[in-house]
T-cell receptor, first 115, second 112 residues
């Protein structure tokens, strides 16, 4: 199993550009998450999905969009990139229910720099 | 108001000593707690989780939970230089659709 994979590993964007961060998992997990981590800070939840076709906002959703058409993939879209979106982005997945939280497994991260 | 708080450190301990990492939380509905280790430039990886009051041991690691006082701790015995990393505490509140709330992490330095 590859686990959780993310592409690209690193990207530089100009202000106003758009891009999609890719995330895929092969563990048949129902839940998937997108976090951002700024230097010296903890993880902040951007969006999450409880299954294909179902997504919801996290703590810091502004400036981002997601979709989940399959169990495996959960892309994160940045529209009109801003310097405030410079961060490291982590995708994670888990098998979870409303009453039980299993371990979240993280991808290797995407480092994004907006200039 | 932060829901999960950790001292950012760095916490410096000599090799072979016990490292004690602490975490407090504000939501009494928190059911489970997770400790993740994150090396610089890498993604978080789970060390252990705990959901019952008391101690839970796994090798050199012991997690302690005190729900009455709303704190969680992680003890690392026989600390090694390879334990030098940032340790993230996370809580899960039942009914929140499996969202974890992370603290900002404590940086641990194990010195030779």
């Amino acid at each position: 199993n590859a686990g959780v994979t993310q592409t690209p590993k690193f990207r530089i964007l100009k202000i106003g550009q758009s891009m999609t961060l890719q995330c895929a998992q092969d563990m048949n997990h129902n839940y998937m998450y997108w976090y951002r981590q700024d230097p010296g800070m903890g993880l902040k939840l951007i969006y999450y999905s409880v299954g294909a076709g179902i997504t919801d906002k996290g703590e810091v959703p502004n400036g981002y969009n997601v979709s989940r058409s399959t169990t495996e993939d959960f892309p994160l879209r940045l529209e009109l990139a801003a310097p405030s979106q410079t961060s490291v982005y982590f995708c994670a997945s888990s098998y979870s229910t409303a009453g039980y939280q299993e371990t979240q497994y993280f991808g290797p991260g995407t480092r994004l720099l907006v200039l | 108001q932060k829901e999960v708080e950790q001292n950012s450190g760095p916490l410096s301990v000599p090799e072979g000593a016990i490292a004690s990492l602490n975490c407090t939380y504000s939501d009494r509905g928190s059911q489970s707690f997770f400790w993740y280790r994150q090396y610089s430039g890498k993604s978080p990886e789970l060390i252990m989780f705990i959901y019952s009051n008391g101690d839970k041991e796994d090798g050199r690691f012991t997690a302690q939970l005190n729900k009455a006082s709303q704190y969680v701790s992680l003890l690392i015995r026989d600390s090694q230089p390879s334990d030098s990393a940032t340790y993230l505490c996370a809580s899960w509140v039942t009914g929140t659709a499996s969202k974890l709330t992370f603290g900002t992490g404590t940086r641990l330095q194990v010195t030779l």
